[in-house]
């Protein structure tokens, strides 16, 4: 017979397998498990919302994105810019000058979804299209909060006040992250939405957990149905759901979560199932838990995607919008003209996307996206002696997307630790980051025939986070460690955190544009494959 203390050990977790501080400690800093993310937030926030308007100049990618962001606003869809100002090269001069008739009389095609680009659109209505704050303003709120999210996951992973916050101070003062945050592309968004579904997801493990315990309790495993009890409506897999529709909404790389994230969840509840002795873990898993995730998770996402497409349902001028009409001898007749229209737009996407093959001075191998080894440069310019308040002979001002290279290369070994920790001593923690971490790096070794950019990384550097954070946590050891172990371990961590703080601030001027010397841009690019 298992007793009901037995039970909550076994799916609750023991506390002495916590990162925990020892009691003594534990209730005179508790404040830190919100104060703490909350001012790494804050202090993040600044630095991303701090002069995020400049350079005034359609930086990278944003030359798509932030006019299409703007489209979204004015049609619902994306239009081709004016023919004219498009021959002439004139088409973002004129964006930036405050000109919102850039664009033609169609719809243009494009190969990512709506979600991102309509978020962009929203930060620019307050502001204008002239105030380049406003091209920015959804993509730094994006990464501000996200900051406090990964502190609060943190906390709730760990069961650590200190570890939550030292999550949220190493992704305020992440490189990649940093950048992101401050140019209006759409890959902070994948990031956003990815980190708020296994945010969710973490939620509904343990609420799940509670749910069990209380259910089975000090029953006898005999008087317990085979299959199990039902755990309820588990509302935070519904949230998971609408988070991962939208981040496929903004990039379909968000549907690599989706897989990940669904397979998780599902074998989370398995893992619950046999902690609390159900007599048929897996046959109750897969009819009573399965099944209900598939809807909560998969349907959810698949029916808040084909809704993030509504401006181009309700109207008639988007790209291939009246394609049905226009080939009323296709098959499905009896599906919807819009639904038809859709489903061959996202063939000719697919189509796009796989002929994306020309080379580029930046594209990369995903084997080095790790080690950090060819960043991005989004912008560069070399203003010469009185321009741009430059002192001497040549100047460099740049925006380059590199990550804060203690993190991760920091990240880099500790994914051998939580593979260890994992495969060897069943840690479900490391098994969740990794998961999460691979959900958003592996597929990418299977479009190496693409062109393709290690700033897609942003997407997956919470997890990044969350492996550093977690060998920072073996090293500060539980509970029950010696007083001078747990010393040891504050000074590492204290020195980790320090550490990528100064080498963000290193760095900087590389992230925001400033204008240096070109000497002290020379002492940032550390390897040839940087330049």
Known sequence: MNSARQVRARLLGDPADDFRLPRRTAGRIAWLGWAGPLFFTLVGGFMRFWHVGAPHQLVFDETYYVKQGWSMVLYWFEMKNDPTLQQANQVDQHFTANDPMVYGTEGDFVVHPPVGKWLIGWGEVPFGILNSFGWRFAVALAGTISIFM???????????????????????????????????????????????????????????????????????????SRLGPWLGWRPWRWVAGLMLGLCAGVKWSGLYFLVAFGLLTVLWDLGARRAAGVRGPTAGCFVKDAPYAFVQVALTAVATYVA???????????????????????????????????????????????????????????????????????????????????????????????????????????????????????????????????????????????????????????????????????????????????RIGYGVTGAFVLLSMGLFAFFHPIYVADVIPLSEWQARMWFPSWV
């Open 150 to 224: 990964l502190g609060r996951i943190a906390r709730r992973l760990f069961r650590s006040d200190l570890l939550g916050t030292v999550a949220a101070a190493l992704l305020a003062f992440e490189g990649h992250h940093f950048v992101h945050s401050r140019t209006g592309l759409l890959d902070i968004f994948v990031m956003f939405f990815g980190l708020a579904a296994f945010g969710a997801l973490l939620i509904d493990r343990d609420r799940a957990r509670e749910v069990l315990a209380r259910k089975v309790g000090d029953r006898a495993r005999a008087a317990t």
């Open 308 to 486: 993030s497409w509504t401006g181009w349902i309700l109207s008639k001028g988007g790209s291939f919008r009246t394609w049905a009409q226009d080939n009323p001898d296709t098959p499905y007749t009896w599906l919807p003209d819009w639904w038809r229209s859709l489903w061959a737009y996202h063939q000719q996407m697919y189509a796009s996307t796989q002929s994306i093959t020309s080379s580029h001075p930046y594209q990369t191998n995903p084997w080095s996206w790790l080690i950090q080894g060819r960043p991005t440069s989004f912008f560069y310019e070399g203003p010469k002696k009185g321009a741009d308040g430059c002192l001497v002979d040549q100047c460099s001002k740049a925006i380059t997307s590199i990550g804060t290279v203690s993190i991760w290369w920091g990240g880099t070994l500790a994914i051998f630790v939580l593979l260890f920790m994992w495969a060897l001593r069943r840690d479900w923690r490391a098994g969740g980051i990794l998961c999460a971490l691979f959900a958003g790096y592996l597929p990418w070794f299977f479009l190496g025939n693409r062109t393709i950019y290690s700033f897609y990384e942003v997407a997956f550097v919470p997890y990044v986070v969350l492996a550093c954070v977690y060998v920072l946590g073996l090293v500060i050891g539980g509970r029950d460690v010696s007083v001078t172990r747990r």
